[in-house]
């Protein structure tokens, strides 16, 4: 069950599932706080929280409200010590940003010399490691057109332009040469949806996304004309 509960998680984090979700899991795991409840519900909130636990998260208050629970049942002794001591610690990683540790200085393993160096009592200065910059991610066609068509598909029945956004701008921006294509893709997502709520839902997603950082100015543009065409 933990292994799901850390994948919910991690799908939540990435925005591939509505926030909605994760607090609808967490106030049933709640509801009835048994011992295998309460480790759950630390999990899926350690894996989580990192992402989650900022003012801009759509759920944010709901969020605080968890918390404020979490804390009132170890303040209050309401469970086991081994969960007890579980959720303490959950609530002074927030405390702490969640951040568990901070490493001053990545450092080889030293060479046998220096070994050597050090049981002779003699300095030894670590040998810092060069990084290296990560390649630019390479644009994957099939995954922004599906992840976009999910976000649509979401949209519609939670009508939640935020967290739309939010799922679309995770998929990463395509390159200049294809954004008026997946925008005319978009566009015949959009003009296909039964109600006329939705299709007005999805035409104001379309507008933030084409205004958003790393698009064309006449993307937007240029995709609607490549679909009436």
Same mark, same amino acid.
């Given at each position: ?86 959720? *303490?610690? !959950?609530? +002074? $990683? &927030?405390?702490? %940003?969640?951040? =568990?540790?901070?490493?001053? #200085? /990545? ?42 068509? *999910?976000? !649509?598909? +979401? $949209? &519609?029945?939670? %009508?939640?332009? =935020?967290?739309?956004?939010? #799922? /679309? ?61």
């Amino acid at each position: 069950m933990l292994g799901n509960i850390k994948l919910v998680g991690g799908l939540l984090s990435r925005g591939m599932l509505a926030s909605k979700v994760g607090i609808a899991i967490l106030e049933e795991l709640l509801s009835n706080p048994t011992p295998e409840a309460l480790e759950s519900a630390a999990a899926l909130l350690t894996t989580l929280g990192p992402t989650a636990d900022c003012k801009e998260w759509p759920q944010y208050t709901a969020l605080n409200a968890i918390f404020d629970q979490i804390s009132t049942i170890v303040k209050t002794q309401k469970c086991q010590p081994r969960e007890r001591f579980l959720l *303490k610690d !959950l609530l +002074e $990683l &927030r405390a702490a %940003g969640w951040v =568990t540790f901070r490493p001053r #200085r /990545l450092e080889r393993a030293m060479t046998l010399s220096q070994v050597a160096d050090s049981a002779a009592g003699r300095r030894v200065e670590p040998q810092a490691i060069r990084m290296v910059s990560p390649a630019a991610p390479v644009f994957d066609q099939d995954k922004f057109r599906e992840g976009a068509k *999910k976000a !649509l598909v +979401e $949209l &519609r029945y939670s %009508g939640c332009l =935020t967290e739309a956004l939010a #799922r /679309l701008a995770s998929l990463g921006v395509p390159p200049v040469a294809e954004q008026a294509a997946e925008l005319a893709e978009i566009t015949s997502h959009v003009v296909q949806e039964g109600a006329a709520a939705a299709r007005e839902s999805g035409m104001k997603v379309m507008l933030e996304l084409a205004g958003s950082k790393g698009w064309g100015a006449d993307a937007l543009c240029s995709g609607i004309t490549l679909f009436v065409k």
